[in-house]
């Protein structure tokens, strides 16, 4: 019996794969279609970009696989010139895990499986896999193929012991200890082991962006309102699934002390001692480790009453009321922390906050708290524009599937809504009850009131003229989303943000957009040690 190469589409729902996210053309259309009908959920995005955001979000917030599958010339035309003839097997291997294309048709289930096993064991990464056109509508006799079966769980390892001993004795010893909860952990779902540990050793912790919610933003022991001064101060510092890179200023002074002492816990080796040597290096998966932590360290408790608490409580105060007294200003256009003020007085506890853009993202960061972990999915670490909409349709994709309830909000810069506004089509196409909140300063970090942009035209070529951060005042970005069949509102005062956004709460059919006006020069509130960059990721 022949079977038809599209069978890669019935080999990756063998694998478990789930989802998939597109724009398919020749040669790849029957791959989609395959996939269909193999019981794979086909998303059509309108950028292969936003596609590719929109996989990794779903990877993320399930564990499973991040594949590529890219189509590519026949394999008789190779170095003719064919059309869109280019070494993708060896592009990609610098971006990915795993980069292959299968030499034939028998080998196209022992590639997929590869692929998904690279792609998820150890340090979790993406996969290529390279698609020759005349392979497409090829067939072969099923007895000829080795089919491979689902590959196995990722093997979970603990750190060596000595390295666990060494950690406790630096934390006992400790006078301003801190844990850094990163992305690593919320991926590894350690929620509750990194619970367990902080709650038993009364340890201040700051989440990195995409560590928020691992524990409650609003738990006692988080200090993110005070974040500059934890850093600064720290002794000793718990790193848990957080690189030491420009997020966290490198590890390097003066935003660090030059004598703390890291006790790194990571999966991956290669990360353990960058830019800073560890103190103590436990290599292992996170929630592994963290329970051997607390087999030793049980019979020990940092004091609450300690000057350290104290220093990191009154510098949390002082914070919290600078920006109460910016939220609670009643002048217009409104500014950043009035807005989101307003919005995470709505904001439902179990939200998936997708934020990305400037002072948007920063300022969003330490307004709008998350309660539950892979719940806030941010621009991240190369800090790309455009992820946004994607992230939010993985997000609204796997809970309109689960059937959760859960609300997915996307609140995004007026400069990153314009990368991949176009998705708000996709949105709309498949009835995806996404809330895109656009924070519209008409600018990149700022920009100008319509008079004086009218002001500027009369000067001449606005080419020459206009600020380089400067965008169109008062952009009608809500009647993008209307013109889809979604629901698109303007907002410039309080009184609309509250009604407009309680109304999308409400609306579980269709997705909305709103469009929230706010002071071109409205800024965020001055930092004790400003970032090396404008923004703070």
Partial sequence: MSIRYVFTSIQLHVQNVEYMFGIVGVPIIEVAMAAQAAGIKYVGMRNEQAACYAASAIGYLTGWPVIVIGGSSDRNQETTGAFQEFPQVEACRLYSKFSARPSSLEMIPAVVEKAVRSSIYGRPGASYIDIAGDMVNAKIDRANVRFVSCCP??????????????????????????????KGAAYARAEKEVRELVEVTGIPFLPTPMGKGVLPDDHPNCVAAARSRSLLQADVIVLLGARLNWILHFGFPPRFSPHVKIIQVDLCAEELSNNVRAASALLGDIGAVVR????????????????????????????????KSLALRSTLPMNYYTAFHHISELLPKDCIIVSEGANTMDIGRTMLLNDLPRHRLDAGTFGTMGVGPGFAIAAGVLEQTQKSAQRVVCIEGDSAFGFSGMEVETMCRYKLPIIIIVINNNGIYSGVDPKTWKEMEKMGDMTTIAPPVTLLPEARYEQVMSAFGGRGYLVRTVEELRSSLQESLNNTQMPSLLNVLIDPASDRKQQEFPWLTRSNL
């Fill in 292 to 323: 051997q932590l607390l087999e030793t360290v049980r019979s020990w408790r940092f004091p609450s009453d300690s000057q350290w608490w104290l220093t990191l409580k009154e510098k949390m105060t002082a914070n919290a009321q600078i920006s």
């Fill in 153 to 182: 769980p990722a093997p979970v390892s603990q750190a060596d012991s000595r390295e666990i001993t060494q950690a406790v004795r630096l934390l006992r010893a400790a006078q301003r200890p801190l844990i850094i909860i990163g």
